[in-house]
């Protein structure tokens, strides 16, 4: 494991909305940090030995870094795009590698599974090809044209519908997902999970949602994600082993996974190896 | 009937699992329990003082304990779940439903210190969680010897509903349930059943269902 390569890079500690004067006492990558609303309302962020560390507030949340950021946060247009609700779905704790965290959200063959009724359902398992790139000019992993049947593919879903997705991984525990926006087919809704990294084996997930739906109620559509999300909890807790294997030899990927083979080699080209297995055990 | 319903809090699962057991229709009004703390504002506490969920209204009754709201979905659509035929099963179903209040405070308080970073000494609510658990088991096994399949009686009752949900959702207040056969065999017997329904963390028994069929010429 070696942090130097992450340590540079901004994550998610906590909701805008809940900033306080009291803090939140929180953890960055096995350091303890604390996340306050100072005197001015600014958002401020400090590690262990009181060092003040960058801050920016953006899609929802505040951002921190235990280094120093190279790149400015990655870009979410569809964030500034008016008619759009902005959706805080909350914080949840998962006992996993937060690049498994990640690389769960990338996957879709588990749908019809883990989602049953929901965003797939038996006999509908089949994962059609779909494009797979690492964009090297904004070095982001990027999935498009992928295909997949769901019951109720949103909560303005009714009725069972063949969604088209598009996934992106723009940093290494954050991803953002594109998917058919049933009330308006010209947009995409904006799905993220924003995954902030305690430990190598130990993560807290705050799911955030850019979407167009002006009927459903708030809570339906905080409901809905944390449905999904949860049901996804139970099964990364029980993955093994707990880092997530770069190095070939530990899992073999099918087809259906080529989304994580290409995030894998992303991070292992850039030396993403925080709650990273390096060689097969 | 209106249930004021988490779709993550097992005590509001425990309602809505025996009205889909009992065919009862329930109209569910969703509460942003988390991250939005509805529970704690003016509208909900007007209704519940202790600032908890569920909250069932049905015209003038208002119960905000779960065993009561069991125990009135029960009496309404289908009496036979509470067990009333003998002084012992009557007993037992009210000793079960007394003692799931144990699996509220340390299995659900261990899953929210664990799931939704509340505050709690995790590894006492963990440790009592394995007592509870404990307990359990040991009733199980009672019952199986005097050839009694559920917790109460030799059929489902309003005392089975009430401890299934923390106890099956253990695992994500990090308390394995490998331990403990007898309750793994009564998980799997209330997940069979028909009807059932699944929370998040509480998966449906796959094997259970119809094998797949693929029309000719469907994707």
Known sequence: ?281 | MKLYDYILSPSCYKVRLMAALTGVTLDIRPVDFHPGAEHKGAELLALNPAGSIPIFVDGDLILTESSAILVYLAAKAAPEWLAVASAEEAARVQQWLSFSGRLTASLGGARLTEMLLRPGDIGALQAQGVLALRELEAGLVEQSLRGMRFLAANRLTVADIACFPYVALAPDGGVSLDPYPAIRLWSRALRGLDHFIEMPGIHRLHELKPEPHIEAGEA
């Open chain 1, 1 to 281: 494991m070696t942090m130097q390569a992450m340590i540079d890079e901004w994550y998610p500690v906590g909701l805008a909305s809940e900033l306080d004067q009291t803090g939140r006492a929180t953890a960055l990558m096995g350091e303890p940090i604390e996340v306050v609303c100072d005197e001015n309302g600014d958002a401020k962020v400090t590690g262990s030995n009181g060092r003040v560390l960058p801050v920016r507030v953006r899609y929802g949340h505040v951002w921190s870094s235990l280094g120093a950021p190279k790149k400015e946060l990655f870009p979410i247009p569809e964030a500034d795009q008016p008619g759009r609700r902005f959706v805080d779905v909350g914080v949840v704790r998962v006992r996993c590698s937060p690049l498994r965290a990640i690389e769960n959200f990338l996957d879709i063959a588990h749908f019809p599974f883990v989602h049953t009724d929901i965003l797939g359902a038996e006999p509908h398992t089949e994962v059609q090809n779909y494009k797979v790139e690492i964009r090297e000019d904004v070095d982001e992993v990027w999935a498009t044209q992928v295909k997949f049947y769901q019951p109720q593919a949103a909560k303005s879903a009714s009725g069972g519908i063949t969604t088209e997705y598009m996934y992106r991984v723009p940093a290494p525990t954050c991803s953002v997902l594109y998917k058919t926006c049933p009330p308006r087919p010209s947009e995409w809704d904006v799905i993220t999970l924003f995954v902030q990294p305690l430990a190598e084996d130990l993560c807290d997930v705050w799911p955030w949602m850019a979407l167009f739906d002006d009927t459903t109620s708030l809570t339906d559509l905080i409901h809905f994600q944390q449905t999904i999300f949860l049901q996804d909890r139970s099964i990364l807790e029980n993955q093994i082993p707990r880092l997530l294997p770069l190095d070939p030899g530990m899992e073999i990927p099918t087809r259906a996974d080529l989304t994580s083979v290409a995030y894998r080699r992303w991070l292992k080209r850039h030396n993403y190896t925080y709650g990273a297995q390096l060689v097969a055990q």
